[in-house]
């Protein structure tokens, strides 16, 4: 992260006892991590995806800017929470386009011809959203991981700074909860 932490650290602490404007001295510096990080989430998006990075953040302002009363522990701990806002956020836009897709309550029309190439997408999305739903039944520490990992594109030492657990944990916390949501999407999948 290119920023200073003990600056952020400050405004996250004074944010939380309740200071909406350190929100607003908060911003400028966290901008542009934040768009480096929905940017690269968003790289990896199916190419239906319509977000992009700005406006992504954009959504990720207005879903926090009324919250106190978290207790952030440090800049790490931010970033990691504002991933799983944004993987909220990508997994609401694709329920959205597929309620359109899907006529959005209008009468269906058989379009027989009608080839679209984003088809499946947003069920993907949405397959792995209630995998790591599950997962975070079954373990909420990988779930955390995958978390700040895959949707906070934090590196296995800082996210584990903000577990309290090593970097070779991560790793291997990672690649347990690579297989499960593999198993549990493909479980999914079988008619």
């Given at each position: 992260?290119?920023l200073?932490?003990?600056?952020?650290?400050?405004?996250?602490?004074?944010?939380?006892?309740?200071e909406?404007e350190?929100?607003?001295?908060?911003?400028?510096?966290v901008?542009?991590?934040?768009?480096?990080m929905?940017?690269?989430?968003?790289?990896?998006?199916?190419?239906?995806?319509?977000?992009?990075?700005?406006a992504?953040?954009?959504e990720?302002?207005?879903?926090?800017?009324?919250k106190?009363?978290?207790?952030?522990?440090?800049?790490?701990?931010?970033?990691?929470?504002?991933?799983?806002?944004?993987?909220?956020?990508?997994?609401?836009?694709?329920?959205?386009?597929?309620?359109?897709?899907?006529?959005?309550g209008?009468?269906?029309?058989?379009l027989?011809?009608?080839?679209?190439?984003?088809?499946?997408?947003?069920?993907?999305?949405?397959?792995?959203?209630?995998?790591?739903t599950?997962?975070?039944?079954?373990?909420?520490?990988?779930?955390?991981?995958?978390?700040?990992?895959?949707?906070?594109?934090?590196?296995?030492?800082?996210?584990?700074?903000?577990?309290?657990?090593?970097?070779?944990t991560?790793k291997?916390?990672?690649q347990?909860?690579?297989i499960?949501?593999?198993?549990?999407?493909?479980?999914?999948?079988?008619?």
């Amino acid at each position: 992260m290119n920023l200073d932490a003990k600056t952020v650290t400050r405004l996250l602490e004074a944010w939380s006892e309740g200071e909406p404007e350190a929100l607003a001295r908060l911003i400028p510096h966290v901008l542009d991590d934040l768009r480096r990080m929905a940017g690269g989430l968003l790289a990896r998006e199916p190419a239906g995806i319509t977000l992009q990075p700005t406006a992504l953040v954009n959504e990720l302002y207005l879903r926090v800017a009324g919250k106190c009363s978290v207790q952030w522990e440090n800049s790490a701990h931010f970033f990691g929470a504002m991933s799983e806002v944004i993987r909220h956020i990508i997994v609401d836009h694709a329920r959205k386009r597929r309620a359109v897709k899907r006529g959005g309550g209008l009468p269906s029309v058989s379009l027989d011809h009608y080839n679209d190439l984003t088809a499946g997408r947003e069920e993907d999305l949405m397959a792995l959203d209630d995998a790591l739903t599950g997962l975070a039944k079954f373990d909420p520490r990988l779930s955390a991981v995958v978390h700040l990992r895959f949707f906070g594109g934090l590196s296995s030492e800082e996210i584990g700074v903000i577990l309290k657990i090593s970097a070779k944990t991560v790793k291997r916390d990672w690649q347990k909860a690579k297989i499960w949501l593999y198993k549990e999407i493909k479980a999914s999948e079988r008619p």
